[in-house]
């Protein structure tokens, strides 16, 4: 059976055309600034400072990135980037599984507002305010030697919105899945493990992408909390103090290259697990 085509109206057809252009000039304006560095990265220092709207190098210097990978010492901060990443995910993914699974099914006294008040904090942003007090508090149960602190940290100022969507993709799983298990002998956790986990594995994918990515950003407090101790720096840090190792003036060069080689991991992790990252984003949000 042959397809019948779709017919668009000429009116149809225009807005169709001012959608398409309007998109396309976000994707360039999102995508301009990383094209920028990752081209940047191979110029050198002086045609930066000089500025101009040439965006291709003059000259490619490969130089700068053997040379910001030594200055940044990105052995070390590499690591301690992957360890500040991989543990804000698996705390993320084992405090909101279960908050969200619990949220979408358990019934107790002041869920709804306590529910409300999670909601409520999605959309208030303290920045940095938090930032000294949580540092005493680390500094006063001596956790501010190590990376646990910015782990529990940053996987803590994250939990809102990770729980939304888990809650959300949990309402879309059938309640006679868990009526069924409860026959069978199963408690509330079990059911958790056994039936709700395999379930919303597309929703964890993306909050696993999410959190990786949110911990692998990290500055601000990790620069704070690495003050004392440049072994525990991540790489964010070691890429911003690229700027300073310039002679007398700021390395964009080194900075760029450094800034290029933190986001690779990203960019693939995200090239691989797109898939789910989009079914986990469209299926969390048909019920809420």
């Known amino acids: 059976m042959e397809k019948k085509q779709r017919v668009y109206s000429a009116k149809t057809k225009i807005i169709r055309g001012i959608l ?12 301009y600034p990383l094209v920028y560095i990752i ?31 030594e200055k940044a010492n990105f052995a070390r901060y590499t690591f301690n980037s992957i360890v500040i990443s991989v543990g804000v995910m698996c705390v993320t993914l084992f405090t909101t599984s279960m908050a969200g699974y ?10 709804e507002l306590l529910y409300s008040m999670f909601v409520a904090f999605m959309f208030v942003n303290v920045g940095s305010v938090t930032l000294r007090p949580l540092f005493e508090l680390a500094v006063k149960v001596k956790m501010n030697t190590s990376l646990i602190s910015i782990i529990l940290i940053a996987a803590g100022t994250a939990q809102t919105t990770h729980i939304f969507l888990v809650r959300g993709f949990v ?18 956790f079990q059911i958790y493990y ?8 597309p929703i964890l994918s993306t909050i696993a992408l999410l959190s ?28 911003n103090m690229l700027k ?11 900075m760029f290259a450094g800034a290029t080689i933190s986001i690779v991991p990203i960019i693939v992790i995200y090239i691989f697990s797109s898939k789910h990252f989009m079914s986990g984003m469209t299926s969390g949000a048909v019920k809420g």
Not at 20 to 31: P, S
Not at 194 to 201: D, T
Not at 212 to 239: A, C, Q
């Open 171 to 188: 309402n879309t799983v059938p309640r006679e899945l868990d009526e069924a298990a409860k026959i069978d002998g199963c408690t509330f």
């Open 102 to 111: 619990v949220f979408a099914r358990k019934n107790f006294w002041g869920k």
């Open 39 to 69: 081209l940047g990265s191979f110029k050198e220092n002086a045609e930066l400072l000089r500025g101009g709207t040439n965006l291709f190098p003059e000259k490619f210097i490969l130089d700068n990135y053997k040379e910001a990978w």
């Open 20 to 31: 398409t252009l309007f998109l396309v000039i976000v994707a360039a304006l999102t995508v």
């Open 244 to 254: 300073s190792s310039g002679d007398g003036t700021a390395a964009w060069n080194l």
């Open 194 to 201: 056994m039936i709700i986990l395999p379930l919303i594995k």
């Open 212 to 239: 990786f990515r949110g911990g692998w950003n990290e500055y601000i407090m990790p620069l704070v909390f690495t003050m004392s101790n440049d072994k525990m720096r991540p790489l964010t840090v070691g890429v």
